[in-house]
């Protein structure tokens, strides 16, 4: 039970490069989640998947499209990087019942020059 | 603009003092949880504390809501130098099922 994970670990980009960050969890959730961290300023929701063919926009969508292709696997992708984007991006799930706790990969540290 | 909003940014203590960091959100909740994160690392949940609760222990965690002043506390008693990272609140509100974190605390623990 390897819980979230996250390809790859450490990605340099340039901009106008584009790019897709992995994510897969292997404890059936339906709800799964991506966000971007930057310094002082928490996690931000970037988009976010309630189930299986279903995708929402976060708080901070602009730049970025997803595909949750199955149940386990939930892609982001950056189609035009731009320095901006440079974060640390953190993949995540949900279980569906109480007490609905989120499960955290461990992160893709992105840097776009 | 983000739910919760935690304070201090930043403490630090001796090993063995208790921690208190707070937390303040804007909009009603269903829950509101804890989380750590290890320098480098996911984030780890913690504790949830439902909005009809008032109070919630676990180990040496105690976390209280206030839902009338839009604010939660959390406590690390006896703290160990291990408890070193950065907490955060997340809530959810009561439509859609989306999280809100917080900017984080950040705790130091000196041994």
């Known amino acids: 039970n390897a819980g979230v994970t996250q390809t790859p670990k450490f990605q340099v980009l340039k901009t106008g490069q584009s790019m897709t960050l992995q994510c897969a969890q292997d404890?059936?959730?339906?709800?799964m989640y991506w966000y971007r961290q930057d310094p002082g300023m928490g996690l931000r929701l970037i988009y976010y998947?309630?189930?299986?063919?279903?995708?929402d926009k976060g708080e901070v969508p602009n730049g970025y499209n997803v595909s949750r292709l199955n149940k386990r696997e939930f892609s982001l992708r950056l189609e035009s990087a731009a320095p901006s984007q440079t974060s640390v991006y953190f993949c995540a799930s949900t279980g569906d019942r109480p007490p609905y706790e989120q499960y955290f990969g461990p992160g893709t540290r992105l840097t776009v020059t | 603009s983000q739910q919760g909003e935690e304070d201090p940014q930043a403490l630090s203590i001796q090993e063995g003092e208790n921690a208190t960091m707070n937390c303040s959100y804007k909009?009603?909740?269903?829950?509101l949880q804890w989380y750590r994160q290890n320098s480098g690392r996911g984030l780890v949940h913690l504790i949830l504390i439902r909005s009809n609760e008032r109070e919630k222990h676990s180990g040496r965690l105690r976390v209280t809501l206030d839902t009338s002043k839009k604010s939660s506390s959390l406590l690390i008693t006896a703290s160990r130098a291990a408890d070193t990272a950065s907490y955060f609140c997340?809530?959810?509100?009561?439509?859609?099922?989306?999280?809100?974190f917080g900017t984080g605390t950040s705790l130091t623990v000196i041994p």
């Open positions: 998947s309630a189930s299986e063919g279903t995708t």
């Open positions: 909009t009603s909740i269903n829950n």
């Open positions: 997340a809530t959810d509100r009561r439509t859609g099922n989306q999280f809100y």
């Open positions: 404890m059936n959730h339906n709800s």
